[in-house]
């Protein structure tokens, strides 16, 4: 992009603005700019090849979604769905770890490679017409990372971990924590052993639940993020 906001694209984003929105010169078409913000592009002219913007920008970006997800690595054709639907609903961070039950080949997908994980990313970005792109981190030792570099990954949040059980839900958490930034921490499909939720009890997780069901890793993320959004997070 040019100092006069102007853009020429020949990518995947030109091939969408031709054969799905069909645009023409002087239609004027949603843009945003990664990690920053949102904008309105007026086209400027359209080829076989190239099509070009004239972009304007709001002042600023729009805020970082309020929750956080701390998630133990799932199988990899299961990683590989979450990520663009992580990204869509609507999450700041996400941080991956070990557990007990799960195995540890999982760690040598190249799904866990930034190349690979944030075109899927920007995908749900895409979709859900939103710019902040989730910040990742991986961390082998879940001992480690709850009680050494949480505190420095995540100092001022609530902290909710998720398990089947008698527990509030989700929503009734967020609720409660009247607009504070949330870590939610979602186990492998096998759940958290018990040395596990006393780690995290003593570091400060309150446990919620959807009830009694065990869910695949990614059904739990999508309803549990979407009962949380529902249940009043701030961007």
Same mark, same amino acid.
């Given at each position: 992009?040019?100092?006069? %906001?102007?853009?020429? &694209?020949?990518? &995947? #984003? =030109?091939?969408?603005?031709?054969?799905?929105? $069909?645009?023409?010169?002087? !239609?004027?078409?949603?843009?945003?700019?990664?990690?920053? @913000?949102?904008?309105?592009?007026?086209?400027?002219?359209?080829?076989? *090849?190239?099509?070009?913007?004239?972009?304007?920008?709001?002042?600023?970006? @729009?805020?970082? @979604? =309020?929750?956080?997800?701390? &998630?133990?690595?799932?199988?990899?054709?299961? /990683?590989?769905?979450?990520?663009?639907?992580?990204?869509?609903?609507?999450?700041?961070?996400?941080?991956?770890?070990?557990? =007990?039950?799960?195995?540890?080949?999982?760690?040598?997908?190249?799904?866990?490679?930034? =190349?690979?994980?944030?075109?899927?990313?920007?995908?749900?970005?895409?979709?859900?017409?939103?710019?902040?792109? @989730?910040?990742?981190?991986?961390?082998? !030792?879940?001992?480690? &990372?709850?009680?050494? #570099?949480?505190?420095?990954?995540?100092?001022? *949040?609530?902290?909710?971990?998720? $398990?089947?059980?008698?527990?509030?839900?989700?929503?009734?958490?967020?609720? *409660?924590?009247?607009?504070?930034?949330?870590?939610?921490?979602?186990?492998?499909?096998? %759940?958290?052993?018990?040395?596990?939720?006393?780690?995290?009890?003593?570091?400060?997780? #309150?446990?919620?639940?959807?009830?009694?069901?065990?869910?695949?890793?990614?059904?739990?993320?999508?309803?549990?993020?979407?009962?949380?959004?529902?249940?009043? /997070?701030?961007?």
């Amino acid at each position: 992009m040019d100092t006069h %906001g102007v853009v020429h &694209l020949s990518d &995947l #984003r =030109a091939t969408h603005l031709r054969r799905v929105l $069909h645009v023409s010169d002087g !239609q004027p078409v949603r843009v945003g700019l990664i990690d920053g @913000p949102f904008g309105e592009g007026l086209v400027l002219g359209v080829t076989d *090849e190239v099509v070009t913007l004239r972009c304007r920008f709001e002042p600023a970006p @729009p805020a970082r @979604p =309020a929750i956080d997800l701390l &998630l133990a690595v799932p199988r990899p054709k299961v /990683l590989r769905r979450l990520w663009s639907q992580l990204a869509a609903l609507g999450v700041g961070r996400i941080i991956l770890t070990n557990a =007990a039950k799960v195995e540890r080949n999982y760690f040598d997908t190249h799904l866990l490679t930034t =190349a690979v994980f944030r075109p899927l990313l920007l995908e749900g970005l895409q979709q859900a017409r939103d710019t902040r792109v @989730p910040e990742v981190s991986v961390h082998r !030792q879940l001992k480690v &990372l709850v009680e050494d #570099r949480l505190d420095d990954l995540c100092p001022t *949040e609530v902290r909710l971990l998720a $398990h089947p059980g008698d527990a509030p839900s989700v929503a009734e958490a967020v609720r *409660e924590a009247d607009g504070r930034r949330v870590l939610l921490a979602v186990g492998p499909e096998g %759940g958290w052993t018990d040395y596990e939720l006393g780690l995290f009890s003593a570091h400060a997780f #309150r446990q919620v639940s959807m009830g009694t069901r065990t869910l695949r890793t990614d059904t739990a993320c999508v309803a549990l993020l979407a009962l949380a959004h529902n249940g009043g /997070l701030h961007a």
